[in-house]
């Protein structure tokens, strides 16, 4: 079911780009008291968990989008909005995110689902019958609705919220290469170029970095790096086997989806219509709100941070039961 959702934009903040700013620029952090575990994978890895250390009866995971970390305005909020709801939150990053690098060639992508699946089972196995809740953004978003479509995992949550989906990753690729949105393409490549080249100083890379400085868009970095580093044929071949989008029919678990129109990382064409959302879907759309921004509030000095109350208002009913 789609609907629109009840998010406006204030008169201080109305564009899609200084929605998706804001918070990067000028958000103060909340302090939250956390504790680091660091979670080994079958396969010989890790990823690092960050927790926040009021013990509850209801746990909500969080998933950052593409180089996000702990220290992320986002999850910073989401984590202090969990702890305030009375729940514990449990931060993980992905495969080198956490300021370490990974100890295997691999790192992470849009549709990586196998340590989350992991994660889930071991909290499972810790906490039985403790509700689990989930909050994913942007990549972190796809890959969760992904994982919640998938046929062969067996799911351990409650429910599910995903921001800011780039529902087609060919779709999301191409916008980033068209005016402003260029910005955040180069920025990130820029913190994925240096982050790559950094790791294979210590191991033998298994793809040929001489020219990843000339890999200046998003397709072509997937197509000579993300893709074979992750054991796909090439960008095509990541993009349509990772893309949230075909999943969405296939979610059994209450799951609120939260989206902008106006998403500067992505088109309108990018949008599910409703014949593909499964029942279980709450498909909140609204004309603005940039990524991961939803930011209101009648004074630019006292923002509100509109997703850290909508996020815990759906999840309270399935946690709290």
Request: with cysteine; charged share 20%; glycine share 8%.
């Amino acid at each position: 079911m789609t609907t629109i959702n009840s998010f406006r934009p204030p008169w201080w903040l109305p564009g899609a780009h200084l929605q998706t700013l804001w918070p990067h620029i000028c958000r103060r952090l909340p302090l939250v008291q956390l504790i680091d575990e660091r979670l080994e994978l079958p396969d010989g890895d890790f990823v690092d968990l960050c927790w926040t250390q009021k013990k509850s009866d209801a746990i909500v995971v969080v998933l950052h989008g593409l180089e996000g970390c702990i220290r992320s305005p986002y999850v910073m909020g989401i984590m202090s909005a969990i702890d305030q709801a009375g729940w514990q939150g449990v931060f993980m990053h992905f495969r080198g995110c956490s300021g370490v690098h990974n100890r295997r060639p691999r790192s992470y992508h849009s549709g990586e689902t196998g340590d989350l699946n992991f994660l889930l089972k071991t909290l499972a196995q810790r906490y039985p019958g403790v509700p689990l809740g989930a909050v994913g953004y942007s990549l972190g978003a796809n890959a969760l609705l992904k994982y919640l479509g998938e046929d062969d995992n067996e799911k351990h949550l409650t429910a599910a919220v995903a921001v800011s989906v780039p529902f087609l990753l060919a779709i999301g690729a191409e916008r980033l290469e068209r005016g402003l949105s260029r910005f955040y393409q180069r920025y990130l490549l820029r913190r994925l170029q240096h982050k790559i080249t950094s790791k294979f100083r210590t191991m033998t890379s298994p793809v040929p970095l001489d020219s990843i400085a000339r890999l200046n868009t998003f397709r072509l970095f997937d197509d000579q790096i993300t893709a074979p580093l992750h054991g796909f044929k090439d960008v095509d071949d990541y993009y349509s086997r990772c893309s949230s989008r075909q999943f969405l029919k296939n979610i059994k678990l209450p799951t609120l989806i939260i989206h902008a129109a106006d998403d500067p990382f992505m088109t309108q064409a990018a949008i599910p219509a409703s014949d593909e959302l499964a029942e279980t879907i709450q498909f909140e759309l609204s004309d603005k709100g940039g990524h991961v921004g939803f930011i209101n509030g009648n004074l630019p000095w006292r923002p509100n941070y509109w997703l850290e109350k909508r996020i815990p208002e759906f999840l309270q009913t399935f946690m709290d039961h």
